[in-house]
Each structure stands twice: as structure tokens, then as C-alpha cells.
């Protein structure tokens, strides 16, 4: 490894306010540590989120030859649906320039959480973000049990608050609420089959934060591959969106609903197929309920 050629960029990151800062070596380049991959004559790669499969292939330095399969769900179509709002979004310069545009977020966050009595996660673009809106008095609004997940839970703690949510602990049968963050751990790597989560509400399109790191990775790939946008911010922004998303079906037998609250979804239709404009969310979200219960006769 020689961190002075052009796959690493060195920083220096201060997380201590001065107090303790430190210079990284970070490489821009996974090829770097696949060469194990390359060593044998074939290697068979499978993951749910995987795509954009171009950029996986790339990425780690698999040939021209490689040969590229991405197959449907094997789950019913019908029992999942994912909408997304059209006249929000958590955008810098449209919530610096619309005072209103939080608090229509958080007015949509309570109605969709108070329409239904099924287990719902809201995923939070961020922890400020979170506690923004809980400063708001978000909490107060909503009618049910809610959870929160904090940024320095440990372990332990988290996977206590999750069980809870999971056994469905509000009051009368009335499903809880688990607040918590995109590209975290639960958002990427938490199970929640059956009626442990029927509803996941993703605030803001999980972007990557225009840090010095970010923009090293950009140009990188760009001069690499010409696709330095597309590799290193749409389709990471993409695989986060899949993952939530991804907490939902479990089984063949699961349903549940995904709303993202931010017009800017739609630029991502090329790699979330299904995903469809809301003209009236909560209408739909009733809907989307209404259909999967079943009526026994008397």
C-alpha cells in the first residue's frame, strides 16, 4: 500500500473542536482490496442491493466480461407500494427559502402516523433533523407509542427499543412508532418480518454530505470512469433508498408500504421501478390497509 499515489486522498478530520485532530489516508478505489476476487477464475456476486450493478462492476475492478443478471422479486408485486410526495422536500435552499417546508413535513409525518395503527418506522435524512423535529413538538402530535432511536444508543439499548417496537407494545393494539436515520443500523441492517413493520415513512433523499472526502470521491471517478455523479452520489443514494425500503418484505407473505416524503424521488424511478407520485398519501396509505385485511364471514 502506498498512500502518496493517486488512489488515496489525505485528510486532516478534527471531530474534538481542535482539541484532537487527526490526518486520514482514505482510498478512493475498492478495486484496491478485491484483488483476491481477481485471483480466481470465477466469482459469483449476489445481493438484494447490488444495483446499479455497472457501477458494482466498476467499482471493484470486475473485467468487461463480466456477466450482469438482475432478477424481480420473487415476492407478490401487490403487496407493496411505494409512494412519494410531491410538494416537499428536504432540500437546503428550499427549507432555507420556505419557512413552511419543515413543518409541512412534520404535518405529514403525524397524519400518516395517526391514519394507521400498523407498526411504522419514520427514517430521518439525520439526527438533527430528528431532533428538530422533535423540538417542533412533532412527538406531541402523534396519537401512538413512539420510540426513538438516539445517536449514541449502544448496542444494547437499540436492540432493546427494537424488540419493544417490534411486539407491537402501544396501547390498545395500536402498533408503535420508531424514529430513526437513514444509512444507519437499522435502516441497513435490521429484520422486521410479519406485522413487525408495515409502514416505513423516509424523510429526504439520503444524498451524501458535500464533505472533502465527497468531493475527492467525485473527481476521482470521474476522471476514472467519466461518471462521477452518477457512481459516487446517485447510485450509494440509490442502495440507501433500496435498504429502507428493503425492511418492509421479508417474506412472500408481508405487506407494507413505503412513502418518501421529498419530490425528488422521482429522479430515482431508473433503479425503484415501482414507485409512484401520491396525490392524496394518506388516501392511498388507507387504501393500501384496507386491501389486505381479511373479512371473515360471520
Not at 463480466?66 to 409512494?83: A, C, D, G, H, V
Not at 435524512?125 to 428538530?132: H, T
Not at 417490534?166 to 444507519?184: A, I, Q, T, Y
Request: with cysteine.
Amino acid at each position: 500500500m502506498n498512500i502518496d499515489d493517486e488512489h488515496y486522498i489525505k485528510l486532516i478530520v478534527d471531530e474534538t473542536d481542535g482539541k484532537n485532530p487527526r490526518v486520514e489516508a482514505y482510498c478512493l478505489d475498492p478495486s484496491l482490496g478485491a484483488n483476491i476476487v481477481h485471483r480466481f477464475l470465477t466469482s459469483i456476486h449476489m445481493s438484494g442491493t447490488l444495483s446499479p450493478l455497472d457501477e458494482y462492476k466498476d467499482s471493484i475492478g470486475l473485467p468487461e466480461s463480466t456477466m450482469l443478471y438482475s432478477y424481480p422479486s420473487p415476492f407478490p408485486k401487490e403487496n407493496r407500494r411505494i409512494l412519494y410526495v410531491k410538494d416537499v422536500t428536504t432540500r437546503y435552499d428550499e427549507i432555507k427559502n420556505y419557512k413552511g417546508m419543515i413543518k409541512r413535513i412534520q404535518q405529514y409525518i403525524a397524519e400518516i402516523c395517526n391514519t394507521t395503527n400498523r407498526n411504522t418506522i419514520v427514517f430521518f435524512p439525520s439526527f438533527d433533523f430528528m431532533n428538530i423535529c422533535i423540538r417542533d413538538g412533532l412527538l406531541k402530535k402523534i396519537k401512538r407509542l413512539t420510540y426513538i432511536e438516539e445517536q449514541r444508543m449502544s448496542q444494547h439499548d437499540l436492540m432493546d427499543v427494537i424488540q419493544r417496537f417490534k411486539e407491537r407494545e402501544g396501547e390498545k393494539n395500536n402498533g408503535s412508532v420508531l424514529f430513526s436515520v437513514m444509512g444507519g443500523r437499522i435502516s441497513e441492517g435490521m429484520d422486521f418480518p410479519a406485522d413487525e413493520l408495515e409502514v416505513a415513512v423516509i424523510v429526504g433523499i439520503p444524498y451524501p454530505k458535500p464533505t472533502a472526502r465527497q468531493r475527492g470521491l467525485q473527481r476521482y471517478y470521474q476522471r476514472k470512469f467519466g461518471k462521477g455523479w452518477e457512481y459516487t452520489v446517485n447510485a450509494p443514494t440509490a442502495r440507501k433508498l433500496l435498504q429502507a425500503i428493503g425492511r418492509l418484505i421479508r417474506n412472500e407473505t408481508d405487506r407494507g408500504v413505503a412513502i418518501l416524503l421529498d419530490k425528488r424521488a422521482a429522479r430515482f424511478k431508473r433503479y425503484i421501478k415501482d414507485i409512484q407520485a401520491a396525490d392524496d398519501v394518506i388516501q392511498e396509505l388507507q387504501n393500501f390497509i384496507l386491501e389486505g385485511v381479511q373479512v371473515y364471514p360471520p
